[in-house]
């Protein structure tokens, strides 16, 4: 089994920022796109930013110049530095990764259990 830790959620003035983290564990063969998607009440859960094995990082609209995804492939781990929170980024935030288990022929989906992010005006 894959598991998805997630950490760095809380409350945060506007105009602050956050760090959140996400770390793979399991046995592993490769992990191909990793992201963050966000779900805040009433609505439904969007994409973030997201970040493939190879090539350029994609971001929502919303958040592009103020959140920046990368990740460590040593460790397993995607990260999403946040600067100049907004209440409307206000939500839930989930990991996501794409991983190719050992003895597997392709890549699952996998979820980490949600980090809650607060934006107060």
């Known amino acids: 089994q894959v598991q998805l830790v997630e950490s760095g959620g809380g409350l945060v003035q506007a105009g602050g920022s956050l760090r959140l983290s996400c770390a793979a564990s399991g046995i592993i063969f490769r992990i191909n796109a990793m992201g963050w998607y966000r779900q805040a009440p009433g609505k439904q859960r969007e994409l973030v930013a997201i970040?493939?094995?190879?090539?350029?990082?994609n971001y929502a609209d919303s958040v592009k110049g103020r959140f920046t995804i990368s990740r460590d492939n040593a460790k397993n781990t995607v990260y999403l530095q946040m600067n100049s929170l907004k209440p409307e980024d206000t939500a839930v935030y989930y990991c996501?990764?794409?991983?190719?288990?050992?003895?597997?022929?392709?890549?699952?989906?996998?979820w980490g259990q949600g980090t809650q992010v607060t934006v107060s005006s």
């Open positions: 996501n990764a794409a991983v190719i288990r050992l003895g597997d022929t392709g890549a699952n989906d996998y």
């Open positions: 970040i493939p094995s190879l090539g350029s990082t």
